[in-house]
């Protein structure tokens, strides 16, 4: 469940005001607007990166507004992908989980049942510059999913990829949230793309 009230968020002379939304545990909700609305601030104030100036969010019934990044249960998947160019596949997948210090059965367990549910298998041992936009956008999604957050970030996740590969992922991700019962807010610009999902 994501809850937000009364959110304010000031980056240099932008500001988002008085914002309040609520999405229920297990939803898949999309947040659309235009190109600078602040939809990409709102995303990165929820997981953390920008602060709050006024406002309350809740995740799942707890109080996270100053908590760290780390400590709010959150999945993000920023617009770039923020893919590490020195990382394999299969590096990307266990990330997180080294970083928590999992022991090495649950972090390879965990990164083969990510690798058939993202259909991504064979691509375990490539590095991210031989992957095509689809093909990053779902190891960027098994990275962010790779911990069993309880809140998927996703920010304009589907841009830039052809109609083939858009159409692939509308299915994944229903697929995604339908296996995992993550609760998904889901940024984006593209009304085709809103009303899809």
Not at 161 to 166: A, C, I, Q
Request: charged share 20%.
């Amino acid at each position: 469940m994501i809850a937000v009230d009364h959110l304010t968020v000031r980056v240099g002379g932008f500001a988002l005001e008085n914002v309040g939304f609520d999405v229920p545990t297990g939803q898949y909700a999309v947040l659309m607007g235009r190109t600078g609305a602040g939809k990409t601030t709102l995303l990165e104030a929820l997981c953390g990166l920008k602060a709050v100036a006024g406002g309350t969010i809740q995740l799942n019934g707890r109080d996270v507004t100053r908590l760290k990044p780390a400590e709010r249960g959150i999945g993000y998947v920023p617009q770039d992908r923020a893919l590490f160019q020195t990382m394999t596949v299969r590096e990307h997948l266990a990330f997180a989980m080294v970083i928590q210090n999992a022991g090495r059965q649950a972090i390879q367990q965990r990164v083969a049942e990510l690798s058939r549910l993202l259909g991504i298998e064979h691509l375990l041992e490539r590095k991210p510059h031989g992957l095509s936009g689809g093909e990053a956008q779902r190891v960027a999604l098994g990275r962010a999913l790779s911990v069993r957050p309880g809140i998927l970030c996703l920010d304009e996740p589907l841009n830039a990829l052809d109609d083939d590969t858009r159409m692939e992922m509308y299915t994944l991700l229903d697929e995604v949230q339908q296996s995992t019962g993550v609760t998904i807010l889901h940024v984006t610009h593209n009304l085709d793309e809103a009303e899809r999902l």
